[in-house]
């Protein structure tokens, strides 16, 4: 599976604590030529734990460094340092993106660059490489948010860092976007071995882009490690949570259409929406908990639900203060999750030992697709196409 | 046309504009971006001239600028009855009407953009200069025109601290007073005329410059594009 050696040597080492009213950030962790996925839901932390890297945030205490340069460290011991934004050297791709609309594109790129003399050569270089050389005239409200995204990549990569800070960027792209996008930072990672950290509260682009992932959650480090150690086991049911992953399982493809794959989970057979893979390929699959149906034996079967029906039997049975939680034991020996709101399914019969219908949304049943077996070349950093 | 006075206007204005226009820089910045302690107190204090009679500004100038004020007792400097107190009285008066503009623009500039500027490697005075000024342009220009304005009109403040002496101190709207006064009244119209035109153009300055500037000329279809996307 995948490679870990390239994440052995720590580049940015990051211990910092840092406490803003109520919150409190308190996080302890290494990067090493990799991408980073740093994972939480919005008011972890995340965004202040970049802003902590790049300088525009001061911690409390604490140090981060990079690559044997000392960012900031205040301590009881040593003296304390704490160096500005401007002599970091990071690239950072905020989420809105943050492009100075006073400015065009090109400009844009080649404002870092400016005490060059060649700084539009190299700006437009940079254009051309990410596929919006022709959009080098024009101002940031005219351009998509795809682009727009581009534009500040390129820009954050015009001073040549070392380390790249993307917070959230995928957040406004459409799919077919956002997988480009992650080829092209994957393909730029393995070429020119940046450390990157992308903040993202989005499983599948954890899994499509990260080598490691962090799970974040109130300021804490819940758990680090290679994406698919943190997804298969999660150190608590902080970081389940967190991950909102409660039936995750292994399945082979059996069928591979563009109408959708097929796949087969011990036995059972289930459709899901079309992800390039391969049949005959193990992945990981997961679906929620709220995103499982409960199926009336003798009311007729809406068609959106029709899909993946199963049968298993009702192990246990909670009600939380407005939902029902069940566990359901399948024929082909594992569990499944089922979370509805109180008020449905009042008139059911919901006995523990039963057996009991389900349908699995098939829209909502996912596929991981790890980046690893990514046909990455054909749509590589330096060969994109013109987009939109 | 009383030529003497025109120039003396002119010269005590430009002088007052860079005042205004740096001072107000500086405060604007001051109020947009930091929070201090008597902050409310110090932007009422630098707005009271807008409010108070140009008599007790200028009655205050000349407690500041005159004998056993700071200004002569710390630096020996005297200004009284001078041109430069006429501009400084001018610039004191203008001050509020480029603080109030300046603050308001500057505070429209997304801050993130300014962290993406410290990001990129810019200097606070480089962030300045190359993000924040551009980007509140308008208001920045806008305040300095009605400042100016301002400071070209002035009259009360001025008659306490410069004075009303002819070729020294005496600026168009004295002139147009001791016109009056004189029953020279060809006189006075001529000056009223042209200070009429001078506030019109002025305003008219601040008016157009208010004007969102149309996005420069690109590819065509552009706006068809735009509207697509939206």
Redesign the interface.
């Known amino acids: 599976m995948r490679t870990t050696s390239h994440v052995d040597k720590a580049r940015l080492t990051v211990d910092v604590e840092l406490q803003r009213g109520p919150f409190r950030l308190q996080i302890n962790l290494q990067v090493g030529s990799e991408i980073l996925i740093l994972f939480g839901p919005s008011g972890a932390g995340k965004t202040t734990l970049l802003n902590t890297i ?3 945030v001061t911690p409390d205490a604490g140090e981060i460094a990079f690559n044997g340069h000392i960012f900031f460290r205040k301590n009881r011991t040593g003296i304390n340092i704490n160096l ?7 690239g ?1 791709v ?1 989420q ?1 993106y ?1 492009l ?3 400015l065009t594109t090109l400009e844009n790129v080649a ?2 660059l ?1 005490r060059q003399r060649d700084a539009s050569l190299r700006a437009s270089i940079l254009l051309k490489k990410l596929g919006i050389a022709h959009l080098g ?3 940031p ?2 351009l ?1 948010g795809g682009q727009k995204q581009r534009v500040a990549i390129a ?1 954050a990569l ?2 040549d860092p070392q380390l790249l800070l993307l917070d959230e960027p995928f957040s406004a792209l459409d799919l077919s976007l956002r997988e480009r996008l992650q080829n092209d930072l994957y393909e730029l990672q393995r070429e020119s071995g940046l450390s990157i950290i992308c903040v993202t509260h989005n499983l599948e682009d954890a899994f499509a882009l990260g080598d490691r992932l962090a799970v974040v959650q109130d300021g804490i480090l819940e758990q680090i490690g290679p994406v698919e150690e943190v997804f298969h086991s999660p150190v608590n049911h902080h970081v389940a949570h967190t991950l909102g992953i409660q039936n995750l399982f292994q399945a082979r493809i059996v069928a591979s259409t563009p109408g959708g794959n097929v796949l087969d989970w011990e036995g059972l057979h289930l459709e899901a929406p079309f992800k390039p893979i391969g049949v005959g390929e193990m992945v990981t699959a997961y679906i929620r908990a709220e995103d499982i149906r409960v199926l009336y034996p003798d009311i007729p079967i809406n068609k959106a639900v029709s899909h993946n029906q199963v049968v298993g039997k009702i192990i246990s049975r909670e009600s939380r203060s407005n939902s029902y939680n069940l566990r359901i034991h399948l024929a082909n020996g594992h569990e499944l999750q089922v979370r509805f709101p109180a008020y449905s399914y009042s008139s059911l019969p919901l006995v523990l030992g039963h057996d009991v219908k389900l349908s699995l949304r098939r829209d909502r049943l996912v596929i991981l697709v790890p980046n690893k077996g990514k046909t990455l070349k054909q749509s590589g950093f330096l060969t994109m196409a013109k987009e ?1 | 046309m009383n030529w003497q006075a025109l120039f003396l206007s002119l010269q005590v204005t430009a002088v007052a504009s860079i005042l205004i226009f740096v001072l107000g820089i500086a405060l604007a910045l001051l109020f947009a971006r930091k929070h201090f302690p008597g902050q409310i107190i110090a932007e009422t204090v630098v707005n009271l001239p807008m409010v108070l009679p140009p008599t007790v500004v200028g009655y205050y100038l000349l407690l500041f600028l005159g004998q056993g004020g700071p200004i002569v007792g710390l630096l020996g400097v005297h200004v009284l009855f001078t041109w430069q107190a006429a501009a400084i009285a001018a610039a004191v008066a203008g001050l509020p009407l480029m603080v109030l503009s300046a603050r308001a623009a500057i505070a429209n500039v997304d801050p993130a953009l300014e962290n993406a500027a410290r990001g990129l490697g810019s200097s606070e005075p480089e962030v300045f200069f190359r993000v924040t000024l551009p980007l509140a342009r308008r208001g920045v220009l806008a305040g300095l025109l009605l400042g100016s304005a301002r400071a070209l009109g002035e009259f009360g403040a001025t008659l306490i601290v410069a004075g009303n002496i002819p070729g020294r101190t005496q600026t168009m709207p004295l002139a147009i007073y001791d016109a009056v006064q004189n029953g020279r009244y060809d006189l006075a119209n001529q000056m009223v005329l042209l200070m009429t035109a001078l506030a019109f153009l002025g305003l008219w300055w601040v008016r157009r410059s208010e004007q969102p500037r149309r996005p420069q000329s690109n590819a065509p279809g552009k706006a068809e594009e735009q509207r697509s996307q939206r």
């Open positions: 790049a300088g525009l500005p934004a401007r002599k970091r050297h990071i950072y905020f809105d943050a100075f609309p006073h404002y870092p400016w005239n024009r101002y409200h005219e998509s820009r015009a001073p939109d």
